[in-house]
């Protein structure tokens, strides 16, 4: 099944392939049709959110289950276009699905390789905002918000899911 936006429907394009080739790379048994490929561009960040909260509805999640989830997509897709690709051209395919239990959504970029998760650590609220360092907080808001995330680097390519559990609180 797939899940699409009208408004992602402008930017499905010959890039299904992609989409394909990229996201079928990781074995899931549950896993949807494809879903879109977008330029990564700030401008695209609008279908991802669209992407995300039709997938909230088809997967029955809950409001603030769909909340969490589109805050870690949009957090990811935002750092996939600002920090991975650094203004570079590229894509970024977005696919996901459901199951009984829970929900997801998959991202996979040919950014250089980048986890995430790697040197995330809760920032220290007894810092004044002015003396903290600045970035990592949206990454560690993002990767808190679900309840897996879940980063390989398959055949070169930056790929990182992220699940909520339907009915599951944090």
């Not at 992609?18 to 494809?34: N, T």
């Not at 409001?63 to 870690?72: F, H, N």
């Not at 949206?138 to 398959?154: K, P, Q, S």
Request: hydrophobic fraction near 45%; charged fraction near 25%; charge should be negative.
């Amino acid at each position: 099944m797939a899940i699409d936006s009208g408004a992602a429907s402008a930017k499905h394009t010959a890039g299904q392939e992609w989409c394909e080739a990229h996201c079928a790379a990781v074995p899931l048994v549950d896993r949807a049709a494809p879903g879109l490929r977008i330029p990564a561009d700030l401008e695209s960040l609008d279908l991802v959110a669209g992407f995300v909260l039709e997938l909230g509805r088809s997967g029955r999640l809950s409001g603030s289950e769909t909340y969490r989830l589109r805050l870690a997509a949009d957090e990811l897709a935002t750092n996939i276009v600002m920090h991975g690709y650094r203004g570079a051209p590229g894509a970024i395919c977005v696919d996901g699905g459901f199951t009984a239990d829970r929900v997801w959504v998959r991202f996979a970029d040919d950014a250089p390789p980048f986890d995430p998760r790697g040197g995330m650590k809760a920032p220290d609220l007894e810092v004044p905002l002015a003396r903290r360092a600045v970035g990592g907080l949206g990454v560690f808001l993002a990767l808190t918000a679900v309840d897996r995330f879940d980063y390989e680097l398959v055949a070169g390519r930056n790929v990182s899911t992220l699940t909520i559990r339907r009915g599951h609180h944090g």
